[in-house]
């Protein structure tokens, strides 16, 4: 690889000051930075911090993190096309290649949108192009239906990396978390796009290729839908009874493993957790985050079991964990480094209350069981409050021990 960094550094003086494509030079960084290590190292000798650790080392541990969930979500939109349209004993290779077809698009455009925004933003402010859209640019689409239309994947990224990330200074200096105001975008300007049968990839016609009992709901809105006098369980059974083939999609052991219809990337709690694993032993995410998370969703989740009046506030708080996105929105989005609470104690905080939300929100806006997602971002603008009177607490407790 030595003759081609060699070929990359003769190039270099165009791109520096002075030479003729100098306002490219990010550009040029950026792509010599993502291929090689940097020409400016520490030297042997003296007294220096060395850590194995810098932001493309923490941004691809993040991607690695991300991966099962991918190769998982994958494999979930083929097979759910084909148990869908009534062939579940479809061969795995199909199922792969209805998956990869479906799902690599929509990474690309992602990808593809989000690079052309962050190497614009660069050149004109002339700022280094940072590796933080690698995770970014690899969340978006895990959060998307499997039928999104593509160019709804660009305009989302590009409304989300420049509202979201740039105006308010670029990598680091995000309130909200960029890849659910990605989502939250679509949501709100596209609603009937992100919603209904879209969870399920049917190819072309749609809804007609669909068997018997199909409806195209995810467990969440049938949780929700449940009507009083019955418990979601039954719900959750009857909803899929008549549907050839897919009698217990709606099992707990099918949603805690993710064979249910959803997001590309958000379907497994099982995929979530072993991400999980990585970051927390990498020290990448805050576990005091993820923990808290899921306590207040229990916690939530207990006092509607108190106090509950319809079949969704009855529902057991643990099936809270593996439904919908929260297992995905609480190991990758609320530990966003950037967007949530900096401090240990502001952590704990800032998790519960994710965690709570979340049920919250579920429970109490029929038009959007799904609660994740509001949650994090409602937090993200809180985070810095929690994290301010956290210090000022800290720093009250020290005045009080001085002695004048």
Do not use: C
């Not at 030479?19 to 030079?25: P, Q």
């Not at 007294?47 to 932001?55: G, Q, S, T, V």
């Not at 379907?267 to 306590?295: N, Q, Y």
């Not at 609320?334 to 929100?361: C, H, M, N, R």
């Amino acid at each position: 690889m030595k003759f081609l960094h060699d070929i990359l550094e003769k190039q270099k003086p165009m791109f520096e000051k002075g030479g003729k494509l100098e306002k490219f030079y990010y550009l040029f960084e950026a792509g010599e930075s993502f291929a090689f290590t940097p020409p400016t190292t520490t030297p042997a000798k003296g007294a220096h911090i060395r850590d194995a650790i810098d932001l493309k080392r923490m941004m691809m541990t993040v991607v690695i993190a991300m991966v099962p969930a991918l190769l998982f979500g994958i494999w979930n939109v083929g097979y759910q096309h084909f148990l869908a349209t009534g062939n579940p004993d479809a061969a795995l290779l199909d199922i792969i290649m209805v998956g990869t077809i479906q799902v690599l698009p929509i990474v690309i455009v992602a990808y593809t949108a989000g690079g052309i925004v962050e190497v614009i933003f660069g050149i004109i402010r002339k700022h280094p192009i940072n590796e933080g859209f690698l995770v970014t640019g690899l969340l978006i689409p895990l959060v998307m239906p499997p039928d999104i239309p593509l160019w709804q994947v660009a305009l989302a990224t590009v409304f989300a990396v420049v509202i979201a990330k740039e105006a308010f200074g670029g990598t680091g200096m995000n309130i909200l978390n960029v890849a659910l105001t990605a989502r939250a975008f679509l949501y709100f300007a596209y609603p009937t796009d992100i919603s209904g049968t879209v969870w399920t990839y049917l190819g072309e016609g749609g809804a007609k290729n669909a068997v018997d009992g199909y409806t195209g709901a995810t467990a969440l809105s049938i949780a929700a839908e449940a009507p009083v006098g019955t418990s979601v369980d039954t719900a959750l059974q009857s909803a899929t009874s008549g549907w050839a083939g897919a009698e217990s999609l709606f099992s707990f052991n099918n949603m805690l493993i993710g064979v249910i219809p959803g997001s590309i990337g958000e379907t497994s709690a099982l995929m979530a957790l072993l991400g999980a694993i990585i970051l927390i032993v990498a020290g990448v995410a805050s576990w005091k985050i993820m923990v808290s998370g899921v306590v207040g969703a229990l916690v939530m989740g207990l006092i509607f079991n108190l106090a509950g009046s319809t079949p969704f506030m009855q529902m057991m708080p643990h099936y809270h964990l593996i439904m919908g996105g929260f297992a995905f929105g609480i190991v990758f989005m609320a530990t966003d480094p950037v967007s949530a609470a900096q401090t240990e104690t502001g952590k704990w905080v800032y998790g519960f209350f994710i965690g709570l939300l979340t049920v919250l929100i579920r429970v109490f806006n029929p038009a959007y069981p799904e609660g994740i997602m509001l949650a994090i971002l409602l937090m993200n603008v809180f985070a810095p409050l929690i994290d301010f009177y956290v210090i000022q607490a800290n720093k009250n407790r020290r005045l009080k021990r001085i002695h004048v």
